[in-house]
Each structure stands twice: as structure tokens, then as C-alpha cells.
């Protein structure tokens, strides 16, 4: 392929089209027909943009972590800390402060993990999300240790939106936020930057063949991985105004990656369908069945992990070309 017929390519992957702005729709609705279920879809957001975030790496760079909760801690705790300790409370610096420091703290920690693959690769996140979690609550004197850290206090956004009760203002700064990493991402992944790292995925030895400085490029892309989730984490905590040892968990790591494998690595809208799918049925087998909940969620996970392999997206992805022929 010439290079003007990729740059094409490109271009032609990277056209916007109508449908992506579904979601987008569909959530704009919801303050006006279902008002009550504000909180869990601005939780249901947070938890779309640190899935976007763990998709970089798993479906696009191919890298597989157990440790991604770290960073979304690394994120919540700045913003709440910033707020109680530094009586800084206004909402899009904190953001921006806490991506910046998770993608540092991403760039530092990738430059010595991504030396490893595989095995020893799962380890060291395993190890770095359980050591997070203790260091988080050890130092109680800072982040609230296992009670956690409240108190904190978010200035209204731009001196006249406040986070009122029922959740309207945290819902639309969540959906105007998952828009804002949604366009990020999406340039990202078809961007030439993009293409490389999926190449990495593909065959890293042909890749270096080619003269794609593999470890530089995977080192960024956890990196921007990384502040994305610190961004997610940050969200979380200036909505609902608290954060605990659960933001830095692995039991954190685990939904998450549970979410992207329900809704499909490497796909961008996997990240989206994950989450909804896998909080609403946690939502709703919780107040049904309190007992065997976690049961119930487990069977559907199973489900899905036995008939649609590689995530409903996927599954989707299969059944429209099976239509088409």
C-alpha cells in the first residue's frame, strides 16, 4: 500500500458517523425520562472512560495488566487530597492536576514493567495494585485510611453550577468529560501514533524490524493510559465526594477488566457497553436478590465469555456480516 493510499485509510477510518453519537443521545435523555437513575449512570460514565482507558492498553496496545486500579487511585486520591488537605476545590484543574500526576506515575512505573511480558509482566501490576492498597492505607494521615477521605468540597463549575443533591450537575460534567476522552481516544487509536502501537500488538519483532521504537511507544501509551484512569479516578472522587481504599483495590482492577471483556477489547464501544451491561445487572440483582447477587452476575459473565468470544461488540460485529451475506 502506497503511502498515500494508508494516509487515506486513515482518514477514511477516522470520519466521524452519525451512529457513534448514539450513546451520546441516549445519555442526554436520561435527565428528562429517568431522573432517579442519575447517580448510577454518572457512576456507569466514570467507569466508561477508565474502561476506554484499560482498552488502550489491552485491545490496542496489547499489553494485559491486573494493577490498572492503581492509577485510578493515584487519581481519586490526588483530587480528594488537593481539596482537604490544600483547600483547592474548583473541578477542571483538579482533574487536570490528578491526570497528570497518574500519567506520570504511569510513564515511571511502565518504563520499568514493560522491560517484562507475560507472566512476570501480570505479577508486577498484581504486586503494584496490592502494595497501592496498603500504602493508601498506611498512610491514614493523609488519605483517610480505611475510613477514607471525606470532607472533601468541589467549588461550583465555573463559579455557578453547583453539585446539588440529586445529582444533575455531576451527570452532565461526567458526560461533558467522557465526551472530551471519547474524541481523545478516538483520534488516538487511528492516528498513525495509533496504527504503530497496534502493529507492537501484533508482532513487536516486525515491528522493531521495521524500525517502530517499540519500548519508547509502549512506555507513552501507559503513560496516556495511565492519566486517562487518574482521570476517571479524579471524576469519581469530586462527584461523590469521597474516596476509599476501593479505588486502589484489586477487587477495582478485576470489574474492570470483567467490563472491557463483556463488551469487547480493541473496539473503542466495548468500553462503552461493558460498563452499562455489567452495573445495571450488579444494580439489579443487588436489590433483587442480595444473597446470590454475585451469583447471578458470575452466570451472565460466564454466558458471555462462552457465546460471544471477544466481547458483545464482537458478538454484534458477527451477527450484522452474517445479516449482510
Known amino acids: 500500500m502506497s503511502a498515500a493510499a494508508f494516509n487515506t485509510f486513515l482518514d477514511n477510518k477516522h470520519r466521524l458517523s452519525w451512529w457513534e453519537l448514539t450513546p451520546f443521545l441516549v445519555l442526554a435523555i436520561l435527565p428528562f425520562v429517568a431522573r432517579d437513575y442519575l447517580p448510577l449512570a454518572t457512576q456507569i460514565i466514570i467507569y466508561i472512560i477508565f474502561t476506554l482507558s484499560l482498552d488502550l492498553l489491552v485491545g490496542y496496545a496489547g499489553i494485559v495488566t491486573l494493577g490498572h486500579a492503581v492509577f485510578f487511585g493515584i487519581g481519586a486520591y490526588t483530587a480528594g487530597i488537593i481539596s482537604v488537605r490544600g483547600g483547592w476545590g474548583e473541578g477542571l484543574s483538579g482533574l487536570l492536576i490528578s491526570a497528570t500526576i497518574s500519567g506520570a506515575a504511569g510513564v515511571l512505573f511502565g518504563s520499568v514493567v514493560l522491560r517484562t511480558a507475560r507472566f512476570t509482566l501480570l505479577m508486577l501490576t498484581l504486586s503494584a495494585v496490592f502494595l497501592a492498597?496498603?500504602?493508601?492505607?498506611?498512610?491514614?494521615w493523609i488519605t483517610g485510611g480505611v475510613?477514607?477521605?471525606s470532607g472533601i468540597d468541589i467549588w461550583p463549575l465555573f463559579g455557578i453550577f453547583a453539585f446539588d443533591?440529586?445529582?444533575?450537575?455531576g451527570f452532565i460534567y461526567a458526560l461533558a468529560a467522557l465526551l472530551v476522552v471519547w474524541i481523545f481516544m478516538r483520534w488516538l487509536v487511528h492516528s498513525p501514533f495509533g496504527q504503530s502501537i497496534a502493529a507492537i500488538r501484533d508482532n513487536r519483532s516486525r515491528a522493531a524490524a521495521i524500525g517502530i521504537a517499540v519500548l519508547p511507544r509502549l512506555v507513552?501509551?501507559?503513560?496516556?493510559?495511565c492519566a486517562i484512569a487518574g482521570f476517571a479516578g479524579a471524576l469519581q472522587t469530586q462527584v461523590i465526594q469521597f474516596v476509599g481504599l476501593?479505588?486502589?483495590?484489586f477487587e477495582l482492577s478485576a470489574d474492570v477488566l470483567i467490563m472491557l471483556a463483556i463488551g469487547g477489547a480493541g473496539r473503542i464501544y466495548g468500553a462503552f457497553l461493558g460498563p452499562v451491561i455489567y452495573l445495571a445487572a450488579q444494580d439489579y440483582f443487588a436489590k433483587d436478590d442480595p444473597v446470590l447477587w454475585q451469583l447471578w452476575l458470575g452466570l451472565i459473565v460466564m454466558a458471555v465469555a462462552t457465546f460471544a468470544r471477544g466481547g458483545l461488540m464482537a458478538?454484534?460485529?458477527?451477527?450484522?456480516?452474517?445479516s449482510a451475506k
Not at 165 to 169: A, D, R, V, Y
Not at 246 to 249: E, R
Request: charged fraction near 20%; avoid cysteine.
Open 246 to 249: 476501593k479505588a486502589a483495590s
Open 165 to 169: 443533591m440529586f445529582g444533575i450537575t
Open 147 to 149: 475510613d477514607g477521605l
Open 133 to 140: 492498597n496498603e500504602i493508601a492505607n498506611k498512610a491514614s
Open 315 to 322: 458478538l454484534l460485529r458477527r451477527t450484522a456480516a452474517s
Open 220 to 225: 507513552v501509551v501507559y503513560g496516556i493510559s
